[in-house]
């Protein structure tokens, strides 16, 4: 994070300006309970990048079309003040939500683009989670019952 800014920087020289990226390890799996899940067949680190996707950025107004539909829970919130939304490009709309996620999401808002960090080592075979609340260890509850 740059300490001037606080904004999150990993489209530059450090990720060589590629916009969408995703760890070999992953693969979709059934997730016990869930549907779909992303899972890893080999360790990941705290703190590796796991995805890097460029999203489609909607207006406000589509955002209220789309909360009255399935897409509701494919996608994010999006800009400065929340009022449009975003579909990620790539996986991360099928990551599923925990209250105690390994992974965190961050926006970059100039790049329309998302990406995946793990907050803790997630072993070979584990699940990857996001927080759907925004913040990885959030317990307030989600919009649908808990399995």
């Known amino acids: 994070m740059d300490q001037e800014t606080g904004k999150v920087s990993f489209f530059g020289s450090r990720l060589n300006d590629k916009l969408m990226m ?31 996707a460029p999203v489609i950025v909607m207006s406000a107004q589509d955002r209220t079309h789309l909360d009255a539909t399935l897409l509701h829970d494919y996608i994010f919130e999006w800009g400065e003040d929340r009022s449009q939304c975003a579909m990620a490009l790539g996986w991360i709309p099928i990551y599923n939500h925990s209250s105690d996620a390994n992974c965190d999401y961050f926006m970059d808002f100039e ?10 080592a997630i072993a070979p075979g584990e ?21």
């Open 22 to 52: 995703r760890l070999q390890s992953l693969y979709i799996d059934n997730s016990e309970g869930k549907g779909r899940g992303v899972f890893t067949h080999e360790a990941i680190d705290a703190g590796d990048v796991i995805e890097i």
């Open 127 to 147: 699940e990857l989670s996001i927080n759907y609340n925004g913040e990885v260890n959030d317990t307030k509850p989600v919009w649908f019952e808990l399995k």
């Open 111 to 120: 790049e329309s683009a998302m990406f995946l960090k793990a907050v803790r």
